[in-house]
């Protein structure tokens, strides 16, 4: 199959890359790369099945451009203020990309019968009353909160590509991701490469609030494994929880990365918990399981491991 990956050199649009690939398609990679970076798609540059383009995902494809399958991956998706390529100091691109940028794209899909993915978010669910979340659940969330750029841009993708699949016939899905980490995540705050990278160099653990808040972490391969499951086996119009329902908090994860690094770090609680930043974030991936067959399998012991290795691997002097 030919397909299209936007958001192509991202943390997460790279591993669809490389796997979509290792399944014997074809893969244009279309990035703007103001989050993604050109190394995370470097070594695939030399394959003949891989092509990247940078371009706006938002812009109008070549009329002659052919493709079977779209992965709509593009979004900056840090919360962390500070990082210069978070939603937070990318508001504009942020909203631009998943509201015209889908509805372009849903455009481009639908023109060349082509199935269609959105990848949502948990966030979309905002500081949850249910828990955990089922895909039924309408959510908790800001309008005009400072993540309401990134929430409700989102929100309002998963709309557009509902509305084409209800209304034009579009083979159209839609994912929620919940937390993911693994290698090529950027240092861009969020917590697992945060406290890994912590670990490493002895320094203090950062955690916001008390540390009791939860999250569900999933493994990198195992949600590639789950959004390529969503575009072959999910149903058009359906929305799917993708993230691992093992929950921890932030404190038990801080001491697990400890644990496994053998680090003298300590935990430093250094501000208070971020304007709308969820108590609870945890999966119902029952409707994943009974009809994508799908379901995580690393676990996070296991995924943290791996993550660790691999950033000893680049972090270790050059002799």
Known sequence: MKIIVTGGAGFLGSHLCDKLIEQGHQVLCIDNLITGNPQNIAHLQNSPD??????DAADPFPQDLDFDALYHMASPASPNKNNPQSYMALPFETMQVNSLGTWNLCEEALTRGAKFLFASTSEAYGDPLEHP?????????????????YDESKRFGETITSAYVKHKKLDGRIIRIFNTYGPRMAADGRVVI?????ALQNKPFPVFGDGKQTRSFCYVSDLIEGIIAAMEKGHPGEVYNLGNPNEFTILELAEKVKQLTGASSETSFTESLPT?????????????????????????????????VHLQTIQKPQV
């Open 50 to 55: 891989f092509q990247f383009v940078e371009a």
């Open 133 to 149: 979340q089922k895909e039924t659940y309408k959510g908790n969330v800001s309008t005009t909160g400072p993540r309401a750029v």
């Open 194 to 198: 945060e406290f890994v990278n912590a």
């Open 276 to 308: 709308d930043d969820p108590l609870k974030r945890c999966p119902d991936i029952t409707k994943a399981r009974d009809i994508l067959g799908w379901e995580p399998k690393v676990e996070l012991e296991e995924g943290l491991k791996k993550l660790i």
